[in-house]
């Protein structure tokens, strides 16, 4: 079973123009939570779809959005990005994450806005 | 504030030493999990531990949660290089509820 895929897996932007990452889950998955990690905040929780919905948000300004396609792929989009987004932006896929079913991480998309 | 701490925050030693890392909150989580990660990769999950007092082994690595489920440790018996990497714990307060995760623990295992 082919795991978690992230595409692009290296970016690099300027300050104010917008980004789009991807995520493919595992076949079958039907959650997709995304995460930003960086070295001083840690992985953080940024939102979750589940079938095309987002199920739950996390504490990040509205610049940051996402959604989720019928195939169960996922997109996220930064807009007028800030110096602050550098980071690592992982996405997780479950069968159904609140059913308490284990996350499985993509390897990541490394984002650096200069 | 973070809510969940790890400590230490770096650990360097040699092969075949034993080493403890923890995992430290002021509140209760319904269920703590672990997970490794390597450079250029996503965090990979070790354990969910769901019971206070629990303990689970996974080969070396033994994992404890902490009897009033606010704390948890991993311990690794005769490190070897492979488990070099950052130490991830994460709980959840309530079933179904996302995970928070800690800072990590940054381990590097010499040979």
């Known amino acids: 079973k082919a795991g978690v895929t992230q595409t692009p897996r290296y970016l690099i932007k300027t300050r104010g123009q917008q980004v789009t990452l991807s995520c493919s889950p595992i076949?079958?998955?039907?959650?997709v939570s995304w995460y930003q990690q960086t070295p001083g905040q840690g992985l953080q929780f940024l939102f979750e779809?589940?079938?095309?919905?987002?199920?739950n948000k996390g504490n990040f300004p509205g610049r940051f959005s996402g959604r989720q396609f019928s195939n169960s792929r996922s997109e996220m989009n930064v807009s007028t990005l800030e110096l602050g987004d550098s980071a690592l932006y992982l996405c997780?896929?479950?069968?159904?994450?609140?059913?308490?079913?284990?996350?499985?991480f993509g390897p990541g998309t490394r984002l650096l806005v200069l | 504030t973070q809510l969940l701490e790890q400590s230490p925050q770096f650990l360097s030693i040699q092969e075949g030493e034993n080493l403890t890392v923890y995992c430290n909150s002021s509140s209760v989580f319904s269920s703590l999990q672990w997970y490794r990660q390597e450079p250029g990769e996503g965090p990979v999950l070790l354990v969910t531990?769901?019971?206070?007092?629990e303990v689970k082994k996974l080969k070396r690595l033994t994992f404890q949660f902490g009897d009033a489920r606010k704390d948890s440790s991993l311990h690794i018996t005769a490190a070897q290089t492979g488990d070099t990497g950052l130490y991830l714990c994460a709980g959840a307060r309530n079933y179904g509820q996302n995970f928070v995760f800690g800072p990590g623990t940054r381990l590097s295992v010499l040979p």
């Open positions: 531990v769901v019971t206070g007092g």
């Open positions: 779809y589940f079938s095309e919905t987002q199920r």
């Open positions: 997780a896929s479950s069968v159904d994450r609140r059913g308490g079913e284990t996350q499985y």
């Open positions: 076949s079958g998955h039907r959650s």
